[in-house]
């Protein structure tokens, strides 16, 4: 990610966290690509500090005007830990939805819930798991 963004310095902050619905700790092991956190410690894994939207913005003092993620199946839970700053910035959201446990209309559902104004467009198509499922779901406030 450093080297990604290392022209963009000034405009981007890389932080040293995981994003859940609780704050806490887990072992991140693969690369930046194809990366996972497994349930228990494994050889060759990297412990990674956990925190949800709410804390990291509070704690930064910061406004959070978007939201993007593909987050392995835990897009949901991100948003949960993201209620507060979601109702208050209602900022725009893109995220993925084909990974099996995902339910797009759930996601909705909740964002909804917390800004009735969201409107919202799904684009592409997975065959995830013989699945037919939406890929990506965009939110913005109208």
């Known amino acids: 990610m450093q080297r990604t963004f ?18 806490g700790s ?9 990366g996972t956190v497994p ?9 990674i500090q956990i925190t949800t939207i709410d804390k990291w913005s509070e704690k930064a003092g910061l406004r959070v005007d978007f939201i993007k993620g593909d987050l392995e199946s835990f897009e949901y839970r991100v948003l949960r830990g993201g209620t507060e700053t979601i109702r ?11 990974h099996p446990g995902n339910d797009w209309r ?3 559902n909740l964002c909804r819930s917390l ?13 995830n798991q013989k699945q037919v499922r939406p890929v990506m779901i965009h939110l913005w406030p109208e």
Do not use: C, W
């Open 6 to 23: 290392a022209q963009h310095s000034s405009k981007v902050s890389i932080q040293p966290y995981a994003l859940s619905d609780v704050e």
């Open 26 to 34: 887990a072992f991140f092991i693969g690369s930046s690509l194809y």
């Open 39 to 47: 349930e228990d410690r494994d050889k060759g894994s990297m412990p």
């Open 88 to 98: 208050r910035n209602k900022p725009k959201i893109a995220l993925t939805v084909y």
């Open 106 to 108: 759930e996601i909705l």
């Open 115 to 127: 800004s009735p104004e969201y409107s919202y467009r799904i684009k592409g198509l997975s065959y």
